[in-house]
């Protein structure tokens, strides 16, 4: 089954504890990418990968890191986190042939609380 | 002003009506436009994808576009409860790969 995988689904920490949420895609799929979610703003782009090594800001990447050694994983990294990290995140997915017209196949998000 | 606007609703419609939801975005060079739904606590999924001026349908759903009015709307014919969901407009932004921008949703509650 064609699918974006993320882990963990649910995760409680406090400031500062480093932690990686890590997404996998079976899709073979150039693209990969992170989003956060938060009430009343949408889903905002944090970092997003055009292809392995290929990594580059979005809209709100501070505070945020990622890295794409291998095509089907692209894990976000939070070295600090701190409570304004609070939210849901996605990672999406699609293939990277131009025009802007893919599809991004999101995962099923991850709730993250820092205290 | 936001990129991508969306009227957060509720928009509540009877069951079997048509529920109308409107977008509007900023980005004049913008050529690509998505429909997503996003039931509570879920992941988007894509509903529909529209890039030329005019209607586009399929099944129950029609996307209508107006660039010229930077216009995006989704028309949910004969609504059912499960319809019920947020719905996210996605603008594809000029100059960049699948750089999509997103409307914070339209929330839509269909009743018996």
């Known amino acids: 089954e064609a699918q974006v995988t993320q882990n963990p689904r649910y995760l409680i920490t406090v400031t500062g504890k480093k932690l990686t949420v890590t997404c996998s895609q079976n899709m073979n799929h150039e693209y990969m990418s992170w989003y956060r979610q938060d009430p009343g703003l949408g889903l905002r782009q944090i970092y997003y990968?055009?292809?392995?090594?290929?990594?580059d800001k979005g809209d709100v990447p501070e505070g945020y890191k990622v890295s794409r050694k291998e095509k089907r994983n692209f894990p976000l990294i939070l070295e600090s986190p701190s409570p304004n990290q609070t939210s849901l995140y996605f990672c999406a997915s699609s293939n990277n042939r131009g025009g802007g017209r893919e599809t991004q196949y999101f995962g099923p998000g991850t709730r993250l609380l820092v205290l | 002003q936001k990129e991508v606007e969306q009227n957060s609703g509720p928009l509540s419609v009877p069951e079997g009506a048509i529920a109308s939801l409107n977008c509007t975005y900023s980005?004049?060079?913008?050529?690509?436009f998505f429909w997503y739904r996003q039931y509570s606590g879920k992941s988007p999924e894509l509903i529909m994808f529209?890039?030329?001026?005019g209607d586009k349908e399929d099944g129950r759903f029609t996307a209508q576009l107006n660039k010229a009015s930077q216009y995006v709307s989704l028309l949910i014919r004969d609504s059912q409860p499960s319809d019920s969901a947020t719905y996210l407009c996605?603008?594809?932004?000029?100059?960049?790969?699948?750089?999509?921008?997103f409307g914070a949703g339209t929330r839509l509650a269909v009743h018996p």
């Open positions: 529209i890039y030329s001026n």
């Open positions: 990968s055009m292809n392995v090594e290929v990594t």
């Open positions: 980005d004049r060079g913008s050529q690509s």
């Open positions: 996605a603008v594809v932004r000029s100059g960049g790969y699948n750089k999509l921008i």
